[in-house]
C-alpha cells in the first residue's frame, strides 16, 4: 500500500499560539487529502477536503480562519491550527487518495496538547 | 447528522467469543469500508465491500455488505487480544469528494 506521513506525531503548545502539522504521501500523487480530528474513544469527524492548488472544502462548524489548510503541492498538505487553545487539543489524522473515492491512507496522526 | 449507525459502540468480550459488529444507513452506497484503529495511530483498511450481498473473509473476520447496499456487518469468530481496537466502517460520501466514518465500535478482547 502507500504510504502517508504526517508531522510532528506530538507537539505541545502554549495557548495564543499556532501550530502547522504536515501530511505528506511518499510514493503516490494525491490528488484529494483529508484532515479529521477524534476525541478520545471517539471517531474520526471529517474537517476538511482539500484539493491541490485549490481551497479546502470545510464542513459545517469547522472555522477556516481557525484551521487553515493549504495543499501547496500533490504530496504535501498543511494544517495550521491558529490562536490554540486547550480545547483545540486532540488527535489530528490526515488521510490522502490517489483518486476520486479511492483507497483512502492515513497517516500516523498528531497529537496537540495546548496548554 | 451522523450518516453511518455502529453498534455496539463498545464490546468487551473473552478470548475465544465470537462477535459482530453492524454499520447502517438509510442511504445507498456504491461501497462501503471497514477499518481498524489502534489508540495512537491511523485507521488501516480491512476491506471495501462493494456488491450488494458480497461477503469477504480475512482469516478469522467475516465482512457482508447487505442486498440494499445500505448496511455491512464485521463477524469476529474465535476473537484474539490482539482483536482489541476500534473498528470503524466508512464510505464516500458527495460523490466520492468526501470520506465519513462511522462512530466506531471499541472492542477489547480479554485474555
Known amino acids: 500500500g502507500a504510504v502517508v506521513s504526517q508531522h510532528p506525531s506530538r507537539v505541545i503548545c502554549k495557548s495564543g499560539t499556532s501550530v502547522k502539522i504536515e501530511c505528506r504521501s511518499l510514493?503516490?500523487?494525491?490528488?484529494?487529502m483529508f484532515w479529521y480530528r477524534q476525541f478520545p474513544k471517539q471517531s474520526l469527524m471529517l474537517m476538511a477536503t482539500?484539493?491541490?492548488?485549490?481551497?479546502?472544502?470545510?464542513e459545517q462548524g469547522v472555522e477556516k480562519d481557525k484551521f487553515l489548510i493549504n495543499h501547496a503541492s500533490l504530496t504535501l498538505s498543511t494544517l495550521t491550527v491558529t490562536s490554540a487553545h486547550p480545547e483545540d487539543s486532540s488527535f489530528y489524522i490526515c488521510?490522502?487518495?490517489?483518486?476520486?473515492?479511492?483507497?483512502?491512507?492515513f497517516g500516523q496522526g498528531t497529537r496537540l496538547t495546548v496548554v | 447528522t451522523q450518516l453511518l449507525e455502529q453498534s455496539p459502540q463498545f464490546l468487551s468480550i473473552q478470548e475465544g467469543e465470537n462477535l459482530t459488529v453492524y454499520c447502517n444507513s438509510s442511504?445507498?452506497?456504491?461501497?462501503l469500508q471497514w477499518y481498524r484503529q489502534e489508540p495512537g495511530e491511523g485507521p488501516v483498511l480491512l476491506v471495501t465491500?462493494?456488491?450488494?450481498?458480497e461477503v469477504k473473509k480475512l482469516k478469522r473476520l467475516t465482512f457482508q455488505f447487505g442486498d440494499a447496499r445500505k448496511d455491512s456487518s464485521l463477524h469476529i469468530t474465535a476473537a484474539q487480544p490482539g482483536d482489541t481496537g476500534l473498528y470503524l466502517c466508512?464510505?464516500?460520501?458527495?460523490?466520492?469528494?468526501?470520506?465519513?466514518f462511522g462512530k466506531g465500535t471499541s472492542l477489547l478482547v480479554t485474555p
Open positions: 482539500s484539493n491541490e492548488g485549490s481551497k479546502a472544502t470545510y
Open positions: 442511504s445507498v452506497f456504491s461501497s
Open positions: 466508512a464510505a464516500w460520501w458527495n460523490s466520492g469528494y468526501a470520506l465519513n
Open positions: 488521510s490522502a487518495t490517489k483518486d476520486r473515492a479511492a483507497e483512502a491512507f
Open positions: 465491500v462493494v456488491t450488494g450481498g
Open positions: 510514493d503516490f500523487q494525491a490528488t484529494t
